[in-house]
């Protein structure tokens, strides 16, 4: 305990360096889940994705784990430029000890709030303004953050809800041309589902789904 005390208050700068980069490391690796899902576009793409895989029925195909694989790779590819700024202006200084810790925290959200804001519906963020008592913000610095990440979140899911709707559709549209079918029949005993779910499979399929699904996500950002 006393080697651990004296390494933080040690006197050699380096020492002292060292030990906020450590504290700094551990502090964004505690939180990255909340950035991940909560300041990038990881909540629409993966609330889009399960709205594809629901409007199928094909129960956990595909698996859990292949939606998240894909959403996390689509949303570095998405906030590379972000990354990237956030690694030039502020990590990059700041390990180079040119600028201190409260500077680079300042200039690491930059980045993130012209990106949030881009996505952000004026009335969401007006909702946690009005609601904080905080003056409407001047420029896109002024927004603080505990404002625009929720608002940010909020509008991402309805945002993908309504991508989600329209996905629904035509699978709704074969559902009920199925039923009709089978009533039509005599054949009420069927479930409808077992039946439909082979031509939503196939109807699919034939219209390249994934790849005009990814490609909206893509576009929508």
């Known amino acids: 305990m006393n080697e651990f005390m004296e390494f933080f208050n040690a006197s050699d700068p380096g020492s002292v360096s060292t030990s906020v980069k450590l504290l700094l490391l551990l502090t964004v690796l505690s939180i990255a889940p909340s950035i991940l899902i909560l300041m990038t576009c990881f909540t629409r793409i993966i609330i889009v994705l399960s709205f594809v895989r629901t409007s199928l029925a094909t129960q956990q195909m595909p698996p859990n784990q ?39 925290y300042t200039r690491a959200a ?3 709030k012209e990106f949030m804001s881009k996505h952000t519906r004026e009335k969401d963020l007006a ?5 904080a008592n905080l003056e409407k913000p001047k420029t896109i610095e002024d927004i603080p953050l505990t404002a625009l990440v ?8 309805k945002t993908a809800f309504q991508i989600g709707f329209m996905i629904f559709i035509p699978f709704l549209v074969i559902d009920m041309v199925v039923a009709s079918v089978l009533m039509s029949m005599g054949m ?16 699919f399929v034939l219209v390249d789904g994934w790849y005009l699904v990814i490609k909206s996500l893509l576009q929508s950002f």
């Open 66 to 104: 292949v939606l998240i694989g894909i959403s996390l790779f689509l949303t570095f590819f998405i906030m590379a430029p972000t990354f990237q700024q956030v690694n030039e202006q502020a990590l990059t200084p700041l390990f180079n000890e040119e600028i201190n810790l409260e500077e680079a």
């Open 110 to 112: 930059l980045p993130f």
């Open 127 to 131: 909702l946690f303004l009005n609601y």
């Open 150 to 157: 929720p608002a940010y979140a909020i509008s991402e899911i």
């Open 188 to 203: 009420m005993m069927l479930p409808p589902v077992m039946i439909s779910l082979p031509f939503k499979i196939l109807l």
